[in-house]
């Protein structure tokens, strides 16, 4: 089992709708949650940046975690066809270096 | 510029060629990092530096796997004798490691390579 799982999808949804995306994960000492956004043939990104449990909201997106759960969640409202990317989750341990572990990433197509 | 810039864009070697892959990070990001994206999957870390100094390389699939970055700031990832399995994107990144969103990485838009 990979330590981070996220289904890869494809998702395709009408403009307008919201999204919810997700990961799972298994190591409990992940203490920073991120979201990524890549379009094709780009780089990763940065969305949303999440330390620890709770919510945050930006615009459109917003981002929660429960580590409980060990669960984290993306919804995206009012989706327009320019949100149509590859979304990954991602996640590091305490402290302030070391590597983000990736999910596979959920490919999203709004459809006008 | 501003953002990571990586080169070449794209590659193609044949079975066997030796490779370098090149970053140069933004100006005074001390960490900077290598990650290996299959198709269809999310980025694999292979190795990481902070200044000169790699901390860890632990995601190296091999030993035809080297990275440097010998004065803190561009680095090179050198792949020998390459294979098929070696086809993927190679995103570079790199990071402050202070500030309101610690850790964030910036990501370059990567190294297509191609072995055939």
């Known amino acids: 089992q990979k330590e981070v799982e996220q289904d890869p999808g494809p998702l395709s949804v009408p403009e307008g709708a919201i999204v919810s995306l997700n990961c799972t994960y298994s190591n409990s000492a992940f203490q920073y949650f991120m979201w990524y956004r890549q379009y094709s043939r780009k780089g990763p990104e940065l969305l949303m940046y999440t330390y620890s449990s709770g919510n945050k909201e930006d615009g459109r997106f917003t981002a929660q975690v429960d580590k409980s759960s060990k669960y984290i969640s993306l919804f995206i409202r009012d989706s327009q066809p320019s949100d149509s990317a590859t979304y990954l989750c991602?996640?590091?341990?305490?402290?302030?270096?070391?590597?983000?572990?990736f999910g596979k990433g959920t490919k999203l197509s709004v459809k006008p | 510029g501003a953002g990571v810039s990586q080169s070449p864009r794209y590659k193609v070697a044949k079975r066997g060629q030796d490779v370098a892959l090149r970053c140069d990070p933004i100006s005074g990001h001390v960490s900077l990092f290598w990650y290996q994206q299959a198709l269809g999957q999310g980025p694999e870390f292979l190795t990481y530096?902070?200044?000169?100094?790699?901390?860890?390389k632990s995601g190296l699939p091999s030993d035809r796997f080297f990275a440097e970055r010998p004065e803190g700031s561009v680095s090179t990832l050198k792949i020998q004798r390459t294979q098929q399995e070696d086809s993927a994107v190679y995103l570079c990144?790199?990071?402050?490691?202070?500030?309101?969103?610690?850790?964030?990485?910036?990501f370059g838009e990567g190294s297509r390579l191609t072995v055939l």
């Open positions: 530096f902070q200044n000169e100094a790699q901390l860890d």
């Open positions: 991602a996640m590091k341990k305490g402290g302030s270096q070391g590597n983000l572990i």
């Open positions: 990144a790199s990071s402050l490691d202070r500030g309101p969103n610690t850790g964030e990485l910036f």
